[in-house]
């Protein structure tokens, strides 16, 4: 039969009188809708048009639809595909369980697989690649460790400071590329609704107990068209814990729910993939489920790429916390992003280099992101490789003046669990885009190849080494180190090198809280002492989850931590259980 395409199945054609037989009424959970019908309509067809395709019986296919008289008008299209069609109905709640299990199977595979191998890191977790190249290198580390420690532990020293120079001088560019302020984008003008793109924005849930009622409100203050917006709740199908907090809340119009099937594989990237091929939105924005946005964000965002050229394929917006003063880790983690997104990533996108990118306050060009393949599904810093292959095709991503408040992890066991995904994910985008060196370099350029060595593998070596950078503080004091053995200028120089790496970060770090507007964060910058080691602990997890499990997204809980302007109740206020 003549394939269709889904322009055409949702293209208006004349109206069918409805006929008798439409009454017929079937329960899909019963018995399975044959799954040859669903692949010739399209599993994409099926669950954007509510539809499911379930048997042929008496020279017609019977069509079960969510609402019959929504798609009558659409049958001479589905006719072209399936023959002769037979509406039929089905309690709504059971219908949506067989799209899900049966149309959603077919699409949750797509989602898994829809990046080439080529260009994904699902290779990387079998045989002897990531996992035996990482046991083969702590092995070898550890043998040549025990054989010569002296030369060895001199080694990892020189490597510590040479690193240490190189993210200074990368500070020190970004410090001096990007603007001291970043200009605002155009003020938002005021078309008519029609005319404003439509924006699909996803928001990935899973275990959100609690969550669902303040994220509504959040986006509902959102000052966009709400039929110009396109609200994806995407879950898991197998999320009682989410499902039951839906259910008691009430969706606006706009919103609808997707429910991802259960797979061999439980990511963010795959439940995107998943809701990108249903999106109705020219324009993809992504959110976690803790943001809180700024009001006029999106209108900000229809404006600037409105006027940007085609290169511009994806804006990012600034994160901050709005649980800063929660304690100490939060405190510290606002002034860490506040380096990253007032200086670092600006500086990364002025002297146009690869920018890996956050995983919310995310916009992009949908048909850049189809042309791109979508996400790996199988990384789990999804957003950082995408920054990378982003720039590899010749797109450039900008850094814009709007800012989101999300929760911060501020509790040191959540915050090792969410930075250990992070660094694994770190080692993933690496070796993944490492497997073809010779192409990397020719896509970025020198400048550009260098940049990732340092930004990924410079940071993983940068933590895994710390312990050694702490001990040149024996070395300041004039204790015994393995280093007292070097030249006394060698000795000075390297001391000397440690000290303009402390002033080019306290420098770093004081001019990313005065852009932030919140200079009073230069108070957590001492126990910064404290927070980084955290990150070599995270490392550690995450060289064993390379070994054992390169692929588990470790979840980060959220709503632990009110934010700072909601007063808490004092002991007058404080309600008293016996």
Known sequence: MAEVTPAEITAPVRLRRASPRARLRVDPLARRADP???????????????????????????????DAETVRHRLPAYETVLGPVRLAAAPPGRLAEALTRDAGALLALEAEERLPPSLSCRGLGAGTGLRGGVGIALLLALAALLAAPGPVFLALCLLTALLGAAFTVLRLLALFAAPPSRPALPAPVAPAPELLPRVSLFVPLYQEREIAGALLRRLGRLDY???????????EADDPQTEAALARTDLPPHARVIRVPAGGLRT??????YALTLARGQIIGIYDAEDAPAPDQLRRVAARFATAPPQVGCLQGALDFYNSGSNWVAGCFTLEYAAWFRVLLPGLAALDLPVPLGGTTLFLRRDVLTRLGGWDAHNVTEDADLGLRLHRAGYRTELIDTVTQEEAANRPRPWIR???????GYALTWASHMRHPAALLRDLGWRGFWAVQLLFLGTLAQFLLAPVGWSFWALALGLPHVLATLPAGLILGILALQLVTLAVSLLTFAIAAARSGRPWMML??????????????????ALRELVAQPFYWDKTSHGHSQPDEVPRPTARHRRVVR
């Open 36 to 66: 040859r019908l669903i692949a010739r309509l399209g599993a994409e067809i099926c669950l954007t048009d509510q539809v499911l395709p379930w048997r042929r019986e008496g020279g017609a296919t019977i069509l079960l639809a969510m």
């Open 225 to 235: 068209p709400t039929d110009r917006l396109d609200l994806c709740l995407i879950l």
């Open 268 to 273: 963010k990237p795959r439940a995107l993939n």
């Open 418 to 424: 969410q930075r250990s995904r992070w660094l694994k």
């Open 524 to 541: 957590s910058y001492p126990l910064l002492w404290v927070y980084f080691p955290m990150a070599t602990l995270a490392l550690l997890k």
